[in-house]
């Protein structure tokens, strides 16, 4: 057994995101696969609303890493990436990967640019619906209608309280290896702001072309995977 992955998933996913393509690929090439439904998520498609802090997912994430006898690589993606920065603080882990990850400085630019460019998410923001806006505007997670097909109705309801605390920024360092990953196409966070994050921690950059913001479900996420098997295999 190489070593244990651990996978944290993003707003309104569960995880199940993980099950299908990412965790067959990486047991196959010899590692421990467990992938963290955070506290709500555990039911996909579900509607029922939850209210959970951040620093709960946060706590969520030091509690599955405690039961673990080593040091795992811990994969986090959009929100996940962002709970993973702020576990770093704090916590260790062997290496870890940004995937679509919440930038360092913040969500409070991707959440406009969403804002500007669909007007119609309004409505759902402020009765603190976060799963109507992906339900609505599913090509904001999926580069091709027939994925977004498939798994949009997996979705589940997210915590407002916890969507609200990703626009806060961090400040602290993080001196495990990392690599962030993003896609070309997404359409939540942009290139320059993968780029950002990189920089702002001295990590490896890997841009997916064509990539969305789900890169682990896309049609062609063995860009992706591997990727991280190169990088992995690397360091």
Same mark, same amino acid.
């Given at each position: 057994?190489?070593? =244990? ?11 199940? +995101? ?28 579900s509607?029922?609303?939850?209210? @959970?802090?951040?620093n709960?997912?946060?706590q ?23 709970? $993973? ?9 062997k ?23 669909? $007007?119609? =998410? &309004?409505?759902? &923001? ?10 609505? @505007?599913?090509q ?9 097909e ?5 979705? +589940? ?6 969507? $609200? ?31 950002? =994050?990189?920089?702002?921690?001295g990590?490896? $950059? ?6 969305s913001?789900? &890169? ?5 996420? &063995? ?9 992995l295999?690397?360091?």
């Amino acid at each position: 057994m190489k070593g =244990t992955i651990l996978f944290v998933h993003g707003v309104c996913h569960s995880a199940w +995101c993980w099950e299908e393509k990412f965790i067959p690929y990486f047991q196959e090439l010899g590692y421990q696969c467990i992938a963290l439904n955070l506290p709500g998520h555990e039911t996909p498609g579900s509607t029922h609303r939850i209210s @959970y802090s951040l620093n709960d997912y946060i706590q969520a994430l030091h509690q599955a890493v405690e039961k673990l006898d080593q040091p795992p690589i811990i994969i986090g993606h959009s929100m996940g990436g962002m709970i $993973l920065q702020r576990f770093l603080k704090k916590g260790h882990c062997k290496k870890a990967i940004l995937l679509s990850s919440v930038p360092p400085s913040g969500a409070l630019m991707a959440s406009l640019r969403v804002i500007i460019r669909n $007007l119609g =998410t &309004l409505p759902y &923001l402020f009765t603190g619906n976060l799963l109507g806006v992906f339900r609505k @505007y599913p090509q904001l997670m999926f580069n091709e209608a027939k994925i977004a097909e498939k798994y949009t109705p997996k979705m +589940c309801a997210e915590s407002f309280p916890a969507f $609200l605390a990703l626009v806060l920024p961090i400040f602290h360092k993080i001196t495990t290896p990392l690599l962030v990953i993003g896609g070309s196409k997404d359409q939540l966070i942009t290139v320059d702001e993968f780029a950002q =994050t990189a920089n702002r921690y001295g990590a490896t $950059l890997e841009i997916i072309e064509g990539g969305s913001h789900d &890169l682990m479900l896309d049609e062609d996420y &063995l860009q992706t995977t591997g990727a991280i098997k190169n990088w992995l295999e690397e360091k």
